[in-house]
């Protein structure tokens, strides 16, 4: 946050709030989720599916204690249950984030010493501390945890931020800040083929390489060396290395490994470390799997793949009057793009059951993205599954989430249609027995993806921060079938505003998301904008990344343009 106040990023964001137009069962709209069914429910004449591919019609859901009891048409209902009637509805199990990293913070870097050698740095220094727990630095009151929550999830596996080695996960449920929501501490030890800088050791993918076969032998000695000094006599003591003692987890194969991988190059090198040294590992953030995918099945890997998509900006661009040069180099970032959409749809193809990671992705495109994915081939059964049965079996955690059935946590996304049509909402999420509901409407546009509400105009917004408040203005046209606009904002270097292109907008029904970049000191700094609008106001949220996500308001000004 240090930098966040130096610059005093006081920006703006442009969020749209759903219209309720129709009672809720659970009475009045409560994103907050303080209340929580403590007692005996019954959720009465929903369309339930219970895990992918099993769903029952006019079915009921028996709830005690925040756990599942009973699911089907023909249950006995205690004569102490509350009936909650819920005709129309389309309850589905709570998504799951097998990667995720909402709420938390990065650790500060560590000083370097007086004698520092780049060629051997300090662990700490060089970025690898796979002792630290990621609960050390995680906030569940954080905002970015509402914002995948208002989506869907209720569950995910947490990662450290950090170099080649930030330390080790947990499983985290999204429920109510007065729960611990810890489910599992030390759940995977993160890696990943970054290193500190290239002034420092390792500081290039093959010398991340390097060391992380220098540690995991190291380890094993030392792990051999403790194991005998601990049964006989006359040996040595063990050194105390707390670098090598994190291993020992992963050589017992009680966790695994989860290594953060951006293309195909990269997880070929995560999957020749693993074969290697024999231990587990969980393929995080995959975008390219097609050139790879018989060696992932050939290593029985764990697949993550990537809930953001690339820009289709150039997959859009007329070049009909363009050079043959152009039109050949379009031509092969069109194919290019078109294949990544169907990454999804290979790796089921070829029987990979894999989940989604939330890294880098923004909540706002979720159910867009998934649509994509789904016109791009995927299934729609396999869709659900990597978003609720596959990542609770990679995970570990399917006897108690991952579906609908008795004794497991009643973790639940109630929509309003079925889960990919295009009008389906998010009315309900139940997470950990707390119940979250969000205002809904129906979409004036038929589905289409055009806005049901005119956008295009000048808003004036304010922003509130732990640096105070400010605010500024957002010009939005729309040109044909798209939209453009920019934003204004207090100037990090002083002396009055500064303004930003907002880029990538996009409008759906009365949902709205944008993002913009903002320099200061030197660095540029990404922004992102999503929510929704009531009239001709709005609430919703900014997300910096590294710096956390913050609320703002904003008005229409009256008697502008809005064509």
Avoid: C
């Avoid at 951006?262 to 024999?278: M, P, V």
């Avoid at 990537?306 to 043959?324: G, M, Q």
């Avoid at 907002?502 to 000191?521: E, P, R, T, W």
């Amino acid at each position: 946050m240090n930098l966040y106040f130096r610059f005093k990023l006081h920006l703006g964001a442009f969020v749209l709030l759903v219209l309720l137009n129709f009672s809720t069962a659970f009475g009045q709209s409560d994103p907050t989720g303080e209340r929580r069914v403590t007692g005996t429910y019954v959720i009465k004449n929903a369309t339930i599916t219970t895990s992918p591919g099993k769903t029952a019609s006019n079915a009921n859901i028996l709830i005690k204690d925040g756990l599942v009891q009973a699911v089907g048409s023909n249950i006995n209902i205690p004569k102490e249950a509350q009936v909650i009637e819920a005709d129309s509805l389309f309850i589905y199990p709570g998504f799951i984030d097998a990667a995720g990293n909402a709420g938390v913070g990065k650790p500060a870097e560590a000083e370097r010493p007086s004698d520092f050698n780049p060629s051997n740095p300090p662990d700490e220094v060089a970025g690898i501390t796979p002792w630290r727990s990621v609960l050390d630095y995680y906030d569940p009151k954080s905002t970015q945890i509402s914002d995948w929550r208002k989506v869907g999830f209720t569950l995910a596996q947490i990662l450290p931020d950090g170099g080649m080695l930030p330390g080790k996960a947990a499983i985290v449920i999204y429920g109510g800040n007065a729960s611990s929501n810890v489910l599992a501490n030390q759940t995977a030890m993160a890696a990943k083929f970054r290193g500190m800088g290239r002034g420092m050791y390792p500081g290039t993918q093959l010398g991340v390489m390097a060391k992380f076969r220098d540690l995991y032998k190291n380890a094993e000695l030392s792990s051999q060396h403790s194991r005998l000094f601990a049964s006989n006599t006359g040996l040595n003591r063990p050194e105390i290395n707390k670098t090598l003692e994190a291993f020992y987890p992963v050589l017992d194969k009680n966790i695994p490994v989860i290594f953060e991988v951006s293309n195909d190059l990269e997880i070929r090198r995560a999957l020749t470390l693993q074969k290697e040294n024999g231990f587990n590992i969980i393929l995080s953030g995959v975008t390219e799997a097609d050139p790879v995918i018989d060696v992932i099945k050939a290593a029985n890997a764990k697949v993550l793949l990537s809930l953001k998509l690339p820009d289709d900006k150039v997959a859009k661009a007329d070049v009909a009057n363009k050079s043959e040069e152009v039109q050949a180099r379009t031509k092969r970032v069109k194919e290019a793009y078109e294949l990544a959409l169907k990454q999804a749809a290979l790796l089921e193809e070829a029987g990979i059951a894999f989940a989604f990671t939330s890294m880098g992705a923004r909540s706002a495109d979720l159910h867009k993205n998934l649509k994509v994915m789904i016109e791009n081939g995927l299934s729609e059964d396999a869709a659900l599954a990597a978003l609720t049965t596959n990542p609770a079996n990679i995970l570990g955690i399917q006897k108690f989430a991952g579906s609908l059935e008795k004794g497991k946590l009643a973790n639940m996304v109630i929509m309003t249609a079925p889960i990919f049509s295009e009008d389906a909402q998010i009315k309900h999420v139940v997470a950990d027995g707390y119940i979250f509901n969000y205002d809904t409407s129906k979409k004036k546009n038929g589905g289409n993806g055009e806005a049901s509400v005119a956008v295009q105009g000048i808003w004036e917004y304010t922003s509130d921060t732990p640096a105070g408040s400010s605010g500024g203005k957002m010009e939005i046209k729309k040109e044909g079938d798209r939209y453009t606009g920019s934003i204004t904002y207090d100037n990090p270097a002083g002396g009055g505003k500064a303004s930003s292109e907002m880029k990538d907008i996009n409008v759906s029904g009365n949902y709205l998301s944008f993002s913009f970049s903002v320099s200061a000191g030197g660095m540029n700094i990404d922004v992102n904008v999503s929510g929704d609008i009531v009239g001709e106001e709005f609430s919703g949220n900014m997300n910096l990344a590294d710096f956390g996500s913050f609320p703002l308001n904003a008005s229409k000004v009256p008697n502008q343009f809005n064509k």
